[in-house]
């Protein structure tokens, strides 16, 4: 991963439509079946969509060379193993995340819908894109999603190496009259996902996020790749840093143990190439998806004026520099995606370029 | 609130027999019945035994007061007023946090106990001392535990005024063959209570906890009380401030907007004497409380062997600066509740002091 030019990159335009279609015949090509093609394409561009650029299409090359090399299984069939009245357990068959989540997510929300709440754990799974495309394909019916995930080890607990936990992302999401309150957010204190937009665009982070192979504190995310590991939330211990570790062991025990997927130091990477953990402790990644439904709480004329006000009264607030108001969580999110609806998606040339090199590669027509 | 001398902060043990009786009859002094006094004594001795002093006892005076003003309902008697197979909402009465909360955990562990899973929804309640120990009280019947409270507003979003949230604490426990992996941490950088702890000992904090009240950077806790602000969990945006001021979101809106009490900057002080909020969105503070079964996510088996496994990965690794293997979240807090096995409870002198006072102006046997 190498720094890019300012023409690398610069912004290039695609309509939602054709990058979804180019998407899936990526993955058809790879022998992914068209339905699934058509959900992965979905939960991968709504990532580029709402402006999470780490975590879209910039990683589909690296989907399509762990399908083409079975390292993830292209024709899996997640199934329920395990079911009661709270809970279901979905064996992922070794498929592409981005098929077994939204699968998961929908017995869930099924569940919520019926009987009020609904809970999915997942094992022998992989990377499943932005934790917050699943939380909020409820909200509009009602429901309050929650989504998560462990990951593979970049986290160190106390400012040095060994690693020991994932960026374990969290998404819960709120609905509204309006656009859903969004959390989507790493329990470390940058993603991984940062980290690689940061190496592409030469930037580099403050202190309290990354530190080196020797442990020191480093501004520069390459180290992050050369032996280093990243901060839990909150950096080093005074600052909170161990609250950051706590929150990700909650979704690796959730995660791993719970739901018969690895877990810790042992969870499978997500990017082709990477060395596989030193020891099998489960199967795959794993997940654990919630949908409650507002109305097993109180009634929906309450809680709407109730969370409406929630809002205003924030948005009122002076909160920011510029005397503009809070940011509402999920706020980035939905101007990203505005703007995406009027200008169709923004990708960086060197994306482009990348999956133009991979269309041609396979015979497929450039976007 | 001022610094103490040494001698003030030398250390008294009490035995936690001794400490509970006088706790209990310092509320039944205040007309709380027997057993909610009781029950009240054993919240805040048990955030002592875990050397969470913030929590504890030093706070009998202000709960003592504010029963004594009616400002806290001392016969409060929480009740039910909705229910279904995965919830029940409890409206508090204006009670005791450290009555009501217990009776609210109670009833979503029975459900999980019954049904696999279980949900407690309080409003119109009050403090309800550490979230740990609600959550932990169910791991031995293998139940993990999930407590969260909003608490008043003392956190900002962006490292300026005004406060916008509370502290809003989480604590989650996992059962295990040993003592559970227990979770117990304010959403804020440092808690209101490590504040209070600060003013007392006069130390101060690193940069990145507290903000002074023209929004400047500062390590004096006693900017706070001068119309600072605490700063969330992740300090700054460029360290991941807006994800701790998530996380304080998610907790608020379930304790607020969805349970019927107060939320934001409107929820009501805990210490007596603090000025009243400026609007009332809501009854009292609210709590979310949580029990799921092992069983149903996974056998009994399978989970104690993975999360023995994951504990034994953890401490073997290299994690800490001494070489000496990561800590497993709930260490300090059982290390501090063996100590007090062995030792009774250690007290600062101040806080004899101060408790002794009180029992002597309503007429009881000092400590």
Not at 85 to 90: A, H, K, N
């Amino acid at each position: 991963m190498n720094k890019l030019s300012d023409s690398e990159l610069s912004p290039i335009s695609v309509s939602s439509k054709r990058l979804r279609d180019f998407v899936s015949e990526v993955l058809q090509y790879s022998k992914v079946p068209t339905d699934d093609s058509i959900q992965a394409a979905d939960v991968l561009c709504t990532a580029d969509e709402r402006g999470i650029r780490s975590h879209g299409v910039a990683r589909l090359r690296s989907y399509s060379q762990m399908l083409q090399t079975s390292r993830i299984n292209p024709t899996a069939k997640p199934k329920v193993v395990r079911q009661n009245s709270t809970l279901q357990v979905v064996d992922g068959d070794n498929g592409l995340g981005l098929v077994v989540a939204p699968f998961a997510n929908r017995l869930a929300m099924e569940q919520a819908e019926s009987r009020g709440a609904g809970l999915t754990s997942v094992f022998n799974s992989n990377h499943f894109g932005i934790a917050g495309y699943y939380s909020t394909l409820g909200t509009k019916n009602n429901l309050i999603g929650i989504a998560m995930t462990n990951t593979p080890p970049f986290v160190s607990q106390e400012a040095r190496p060994p690693r020991l936990l994932g960026t374990n992302p969290i998404s819960v999401a709120f609905p509204t009259k309006g656009r859903p309150v969004l959390i989507d957010m790493a329990t470390s204190a940058i993603s991984f996902g940062a980290v690689e937009n940061s190496i592409r665009e030469g930037t580099v982070f403050p202190l309290g996020c990354i530190v080196d192979a020797n442990g020191v504190s480093s501004t520069d995310p390459n180290d992050l790749l050369q032996g280093g590991s990243l901060l839990p939330l909150g950096g080093v211990l005074s600052t909170g840093g161990h609250k950051g570790f706590c929150l990700s062991a909650i979704i690796d025990i959730f995660c791993g143990p719970l739901s018969g997927a690895a877990w810790g130091p042992f969870v499978p990477p997500f990017l082709n190439g990477d060395i596989a953990p030193s020891r099998q402790v489960g199967m795959g990644i794993g997940h654990l998806f919630g949908a409650l439904s507002v109305t097993t709480f109180t009634t929906l004329d309450s809680y709407y004026k109730q969370i409406d006000d929630w809002i205003h009264v924030m948005r009122s607030s002076e909160a920011t520099a510029d005397g503009s108001g809070a940011i509402i969580p999920g706020d980035p999110e939905h101007a990203a995606a505005e703007r995406c609806e009027k200008q169709g998606i923004s990708l960086q040339a060197s994306v482009v370029a990348d999956l133009n090199d991979l269309a041609r590669e396979i015979g497929l027509t450039p976007l």
